[in-house]
């Protein structure tokens, strides 16, 4: 899958390196309510260019899966800021 990088020479080895943490700060900075957006951006870094539709669950499947997500937060994340901040579109 990865066999592209073993053609790379160094500075192109260098450059994909910077790529791909610049998606992954990217990713990393994102933060209030765009935590839970669909990232294709992030997937698009990588070398096979695929049509990448995820499978959506019904609502309130996904809505316990943010309740569920958030309540993670707290424990691996508890000092992170708190927003009160509506979504707004």
């Not at 020479?9 to 992954?24: F, H, P, Y």
Request: aromatic share 8%; net charge negative; proline share 8%.
């Amino acid at each position: 899958m990865d066999s592209d990088l073993d053609t790379m020479d160094r500075e192109q080895l260098i450059a994909e390196v910077k790529k791909l943490r610049a998606g992954i700060r990217t990713h990393r900075d994102t933060s209030g309510h765009d935590l839970c957006w669909y990232h294709p951006q992030l997937w698009a870094l990588l070398p096979e260019k695929r049509e990448s539709v995820p499978t959506v669950p019904d609502w309130p499947q996904f809505m316990r899966g943010c309740v569920k997500y958030r309540a993670s937060l707290d424990t691996q994340c508890p000092q992170a800021p708190r927003s009160q901040q509506e979504f707004e579109e």
